[in-house]
């Protein structure tokens, strides 16, 4: 099958959108017109999964179609690092825009607007002061976060459609805090009373003290906010549509992980309690194992001086509800079709490489889609992992506040082969072990049964970790399986 070289490429990543929330992934209580649609006309992946969580290493791993995970941490972009728009304005003259209201590109020099010929962050995503500025205006669903980021590429795109472009379109929504219009709430809950969304625990609801109430109040909110981007990214469709975009642009949706709504018994992506006296990372507490032992610092960014943390981070375990993303990829003149290859997101940064007609950097350690979209290959890859930032003991590292804390404990990583799905982070930690095709939702742990199964994911996780240049103080610590 042959493509059209030098498309247009426009890359949509909604944050926290969970794929299961889709009707083109089998939802069917869910509205999600706009994109089933798009998907009707797209190469649908069912497996594809986030790589490195969360938030801004996702971006990373997207604009530099590597594992970063298994390099950085959550912060900045190195400075020696190349960018997909870097290479798209250089080796294929393209004019590039970012517009996003994800709140962490450009904060504290984090850098990751590199190589856009223009960049625009809609201010406000950012809880606190910064929200509530912003968010005491609004009178109409137009002045909401994702519908301010579509408007303002609909207008972006009025002005620069005779150029080659890539745009990429990056909203929050649907990440907390929740709050779209009550008639998106209304939807998934006819009797709703105006009530906001409680915040989430990010912790064992149950024990956290929620009710079955807010737990459902939390999801109808999402739900909420889930339809409301779709009828947005419906609208920058249509525009698309109105200016004769669609038959010379690719199309791609995706977002950077999912969320637990109850799931495995939590309300939340991570496991973080506060407390007077330690930030701590690692397991819950059980008979077996002291607090103590995972007692965390910070430093004060305004004094400089390392003191006890305001809160507990918990070991904190990446299930299929949160690794397993959405990916739609519509190609101008190409057969839609559905795709089971196992992929991650770093693999979408060559992609729009080959997309634009553009060489791969040797740098790049993601592989190219094209083969799947054309049909011309069935599998890239037999071993996708997602975690965490392999964090090593004793470096002191930045996440969501840009409080810098100092690491005892490193994050689980989930390494699956599409059979067995591995949950491991250091020796000394549980071990997780999931057989695929009879608990596809993880959620009986067969380690003592196959502990051979777990020992070879084990063995050819180190040799990813080996293959991209992991680091030898981060192997060292992931030698051993238990």
Same mark, same amino acid.
């Given at each position: 099958?042959?493509?059209k070289?030098?498309?247009n490429i426009?890359l949509?990543v909604?944050d926290?959108?969970r794929?299961?929330h889709?009707?083109?992934y089998?939802?069917s209580?869910?509205?999600t017109p706009?994109l089933d649609n798009?998907?009707a ?5 069912d ?7 969360p938030t ?5 791993d ?6 970063s995970?298994t ?5 900045p972009l190195p400075t020696n690092?190349v960018?997909?728009?870097q290479l798209?304005v250089?080796?294929g003259?393209?004019?590039?825009i970012?517009?996003?209201?994800t709140p962490?590109?450009?904060?504290n020099?984090y850098g990751?607007d590199?190589?856009?010929d223009?960049?625009?962050?809609i201010?406000?995503?950012?809880p ?5 500025s912003v968010t005491q205006?609004?009178?109409?669903e137009?002045d909401?976060?994702?519908?301010t980021s579509?408007r303002t590429a ?5 002005k620069?459609?005779k ?5 990429m379109?990056?909203t929050?929504d ?5 709050d779209?219009?009550?008639y998106y709430v209304e939807?998934?809950?006819a009797?709703?009373?105006?009530r ?9 609801w149950k024990?956290?003290g929620?009710?079955?109430d807010d737990?459902k109040?939390?999801?109808?909110h ?6 409301? &981007?779709?009828?947005w990214?419906?609208r920058? =469709?249509e /525009?698309? !549509? +109105?200016l004769? @975009?669609m #038959?010379?642009t690719v199309?791609i ?8 709504f109850?799931e495995?018994g ?5 496991m973080?309690?506060?407390?007077e006296g ?7 507490p ?5 607090q103590?032992?995972?007692t ?10 390392v003191?006890p943390?305001q ?7 990446i ?7 959405p ?5 101008p003149?190409?057969e839609s079709?559905?795709?089971?290859a196992?992929?991650?997101l ?7 490489l080959e997309?634009?007609g553009?060489e791969i950097p040797?740098i &790049?350690?993601?592989s190219?889609?094209?083969? =799947?979209? /054309?049909? !011309? +290959?069935?599998? @890239?890859? #037999?071993l996708?992992?997602t975690?965490?930032p392999?964090?090593t003991p004793?470096?002191?590292i930045r ?12 994050m689980?990583?989930?390494?699956t082969d599409?059979?067995w ?8 930690e549980p071990v997780?072990?999931y057989?695929c095709?009879?608990d596809p939702?993880?959620?009986?742990n067969?380690f003592d049964?196959h502990?051979?199964v777990a020992r070879d994911?084990?063995t050819r996780?180190?040799r990813f970790?080996?293959?991209v ?7 060292k610590l992931r030698?051993?399986?238990?």
């Amino acid at each position: 099958m042959n493509m059209k070289k030098g498309l247009n490429i426009v890359l949509i990543v909604a944050d926290t959108f969970r794929k299961d929330h889709l009707g083109c992934y089998g939802n069917s209580s869910i509205q999600t017109p706009h994109l089933d649609n798009l998907a009707a006309r797209a190469v649908v992946f069912d497996r594809c999964y986030a790589a490195s969580f969360p938030t801004v290493p996702a971006r990373t791993d997207l604009l530099t179609g590597k594992f970063s995970f298994t390099h950085l941490g959550w912060g900045p972009l190195p400075t020696n690092e190349v960018t997909l728009p870097q290479l798209l304005v250089a080796k294929g003259g393209y004019t590039t825009i970012g517009i996003v209201d994800t709140p962490f590109y450009i904060r504290n020099g984090y850098g990751h607007d590199r190589g856009f010929d223009d960049f625009i962050w809609i201010r406000g995503q950012r809880p606190g002061l910064e929200r509530r500025s912003v968010t005491q205006d609004w009178r109409y669903e137009e002045d909401h976060f994702a519908p301010t980021s579509i408007r303002t590429a609909e207008k972006w795109i009025e002005k620069h459609y005779k150029e080659k472009f890539f745009m990429m379109i990056d909203t929050w929504d649907p990440h907390e805090p929740w709050d779209p219009p009550d008639y998106y709430v209304e939807k998934y809950f006819a009797n709703h009373d105006g009530r906001r969304s409680p915040w989430p625990c990010y912790w064992y609801w149950k024990e956290a003290g929620l009710c079955d109430d807010d737990l459902k109040q939390c999801h109808i909110h999402y739900c909420g906010e889930v339809t409301m &981007v779709d009828r947005w990214i419906g609208r920058i =469709l249509e /525009r698309f !549509e +109105s200016l004769d @975009l669609m #038959d010379k642009t690719v199309v791609i949706f995706t977002s950077d992980h999912g969320f637990y709504f109850g799931e495995h018994g939590m309300l939340g992506k991570a496991m973080m309690r506060s407390k007077e006296g330690g930030y701590i990372v690692g397991l819950s507490p059980d008979k077996h194992r002291a607090q103590n032992k995972f007692t965390m610092l910070f430093r004060s960014p305004e004094t400089g001086k390392v003191a006890p943390g305001q809160g507990l981070w918990w070991r904190s375990p990446i299930y299929e509800e949160v690794s397993r993303v959405p990916l739609l990829i519509y190609v101008p003149e190409t057969e839609s079709r559905r795709v089971d290859a196992m992929l991650s997101l770093p693999d979408l940064m060559p992609t729009i490489l080959e997309l634009a007609g553009l060489e791969i950097p040797e740098i &790049v350690q993601a592989s190219s889609l094209v083969p =799947l979209i /054309r049909g !011309e +290959s069935k599998q @890239l890859h #037999d071993l996708i992992i997602t975690s965490w930032p392999l964090y090593t003991p004793g470096e002191t590292i930045r996440v969501v506040d840009d409080w810098e804390r100092i690491v005892t404990e490193p994050m689980p990583s989930t390494i699956t082969d599409g059979d067995w799905t591995l949950l491991y982070a250091t020796k000394g930690e549980p071990v997780e072990l999931y057989e695929c095709a009879s608990d596809p939702w993880l959620e009986k742990n067969v380690f003592d049964d196959h502990e051979a199964v777990a020992r070879d994911l084990h063995t050819r996780f180190l040799r990813f970790l080996e293959k991209v240049g992991t680091s030898e103080a981060r192997l060292k610590l992931r030698q051993t399986l238990r």
